[in-house]
């Protein structure tokens, strides 16, 4: 059985158009929220808190990223709201690989 992840996307616009995603474990989602917000969560039963929250780390996460990427390169980027989905590692990773298949047979990962 493939284990369960938790994956945050972020689409991005302007001079980079792509595809951003912060995937982690369930069990380091499960520290992270406890330590975020101040009381055990059960896995897999998160609630509207606890799925705000694992969103804002993934943006958090995404957009430092990208961040230096365009102040290193001097380049303007729109990021999308973060999505949330929590799945198989092959689900999530599906997400990307379908909305680039009409472009190109290959991906950077």
């Known amino acids: 059985m493939e284990a369960i992840r938790v994956g945050v996307l972020v689409q991005t616009g302007g001079d980079i158009s792509g595809i951003f995603m912060f995937l982690i474990s369930e069990s380091f989602t499960q520290v992270m929220l406890e330590q975020l917000l101040g009381f055990p969560v059960e896995a897999g039963a998160y609630d509207e808190l606890a ?34 989905c929590i799945d198989m590692t092959g689900a999530i990773l599906s997400v990307p690989m379908i909305h680039f298949a009409r472009l190109s047979d290959e991906l950077l990962l």
């Open 51 to 84: 799925s705000s929250a694992i969103a804002e780390v993934g943006n958090i996460m995404c957009c430092s990223y990208i961040n230096a990427m365009t102040v290193m390169m001097d380049l303007g980027v729109h990021v999308s709201v973060p999505d949330l």
